[in-house]
Nanobody, 115 residues
């Protein structure tokens, strides 16, 4: 069983920054890709950013230039640096990992951006 634990969410004013962390006890080398999704009230879950072990990254158009995904292999962690936050970034953010054995999700962390 793979456990992904998110942290770093909170309340921030528009224009501010937050850094989300996704930690796992399993080596992140074992995942084909890891990334972040978000779900706002009344909306479907959507991709925010993903990255593969080869360094290929993919971002939603709405966050390009503001968010950066990165990983630390020594800490088995993936990060999402969020800058210039907007009220429309308010959502529950979920960590996701994909391997040949399946997909895994964290429990989510709330990000609220006030105007």
């Amino acid at each position: 069983q793979v456990q992904l634990v998110e942290s770093g969410g909170g309340l921030v004013q528009a224009g501010g920054s937050l850094r989300l962390t996704c930690a796992t006890a399993r080596s992140i080398f074992s995942f084909d890709s890891m990334g972040w999704y978000r779900q706002a009230p009344g909306k479907q879950r959507e991709l925010v950013a993903t990255g593969s072990g080869f360094g290929v990254t993919n971002y939603a158009d709405s966050v390009k230039g503001r968010f950066t995904i990165s990983r630390d292999y020594a800490k088995n962690s993936v990060y999402l640096q969020m800058n210039s936050l907007k009220p429309e970034d308010t959502a529950v953010y979920y960590c996701h990992a994909q391997s040949d054995r399946g997909d895994y999700w964290g429990q989510g962390t709330q990000v609220t951006v006030s105007s």
